[in-house]
């Protein structure tokens, strides 16, 4: 089983859970890769089309350090301790397999505190280094 869960997020086909050892597991449906997991990386029972029903390690995020995530019923995002944003599933017509970093150029530098996913959009709040750490924006 999944040890240390710090967080958890449910989208209607798929769960996320990040651990005490900033790892992400997912299971549920592997339809528009909402697993996050490549193809070569999933596991029996879980390719596209079919269903995981055991948590299992989202493995592009490990070394990344993920700190929150946020799940819903087409794809999930997660916010890393360096402040990147990860995002995999099916968003507008586009299916990303696994996690895809967000680049956010137009920022000026800043990093991603939160974000969180619904059904139609992702809102994501990024903060400069001179500023708070965003602990104050709150939850999904």
Known sequence: GVRGVVQASCGAQHSVALTDDARVVSWGSAEGGLLGRKRGERR??????????????????TEHRPVSLSASNHHTVAVTAEGELFLWGRV???????PTPVRGEQLGGARFVRACAT????????VHSEQSDGGAVGEC
């Open 119 to 126: 059904e139609w959009y992702t809102l994501a709040v990024a």
């Open 92 to 98: 507008a017509a586009k299916t990303y397999a696994a």
């Open 44 to 61: 029996a029972g879980a390719g596209e089309g079919s269903t995981a029903t055991w948590p299992a390690v989202v493995p592009l995020l």
